[in-house]
């Protein structure tokens, strides 16, 4: 990214305060005018909230209003951010309705969390399934609040409510090399983990690799439940995925995963009112004023002039 008035302003010699400030305005101007350009020539609605809800697809803040994504929420408690609109809860949300969508969701399954840190979701599904497998690094100092290093021995210590200590195994393990046999899960599960896995420049290897394992780890039959996040602006990122490279670099590159239903990269209108400055609450979510989180939803987030959201994969493996 490289404007001309910020080459200007580096020249003149400016205060590196004044340069960052005018590089905000014009990334914020250049999204403004995306979103606006989108709006108007290609409007999308979600009118019906009694809608059964879409699989595939980006995250909507209508989905707050549909009725099955409002009972699973209030199923979970809206345990990770208070019931404030928030992404997150969107995730475990729609992955809980695509488990039991599929005859997943029982006390025959057995379930693997890649990347799973310490979310709330796996004590849920600890109530709900035979046994979860929760599997990440948990050493890495940037995510030690996501995922502590004490968590494989004491994950009961970050319980939020009383849950089924047997059904639940914590292991340290690299989500791109998972250590059990083929064919071991009925289900498996990452929520906005795999993009940060690693790999070479703008080919996301590492989130491959980690669906690649979770291809082979699957049981015939069983059911991938994957968020990452996605570009909304087509802007190119090593991490993060946009219309072209969710296909060449992830979903075209499986085999056996295939995907449960077209993938919908419509967002809708509505949607797209709720952009926040991701460098004004970067990961520190949890520590924000509750005034500013009842206005902001945690949905659409821009840094510089990257435009982002969720998006929802949900897999099964074919025969």
Known sequence: MCYPSIIKDIFQGKKLKEIKDNANRICEKEVFEFTSYLKRTSPYHITNPSDQPKLNRLCCIEDWENSEIKAALAELQ??????????????????????????????????????????????????????????????????????????????????????????????????????????????????????????????????LRSLKEIERVLKPGGLAVITTEYIINDKEHPEFFNRRTIYSDLIDKLERLKLVEPLDLRITTKTLDTVIDYSSIGVSWNNINNDYKRTHPHIVLRIKNILFTSIMLVFQKMP
Do not use: C, Q
């Not at 809206?78 to 695509?98: Q, V, Y």
């Open 78 to 207: 809206k345990l990770s951010s208070e019931g404030f609109i928030h992404r997150k809860d969107w995730e475990w949300a729609l992955g809980i309705i695509a488990m039991r969508r599929f005859g997943k969701l029982n006390e025959k399954s057995t379930a693997i969390g890649v990347g799973s840190g310490r979310e709330a979701i796996l004590f849920y599904l600890a109530n709900k399934v035979k046994h979860v497998y929760a599997t990440d690094l948990y050493k890495v100092r940037n995510w030690m609040e996501a995922a502590p290093s004490d968590f494989p021995e004491n994950p009961k210590k970050y319980a939020p409510f009383p849950y089924k200590e047997d059904a639940l195994t914590v292991l340290r393990m690299d989500g791109t090399k998972l250590e059990f046999p083929s064919e071991s899960f009925d289900i498996a599960f990452s929520f906005s983990s795999i993009e940060h896995f690693g790999g070479g420049k703008n080919n996301h290897s590492g989130a």
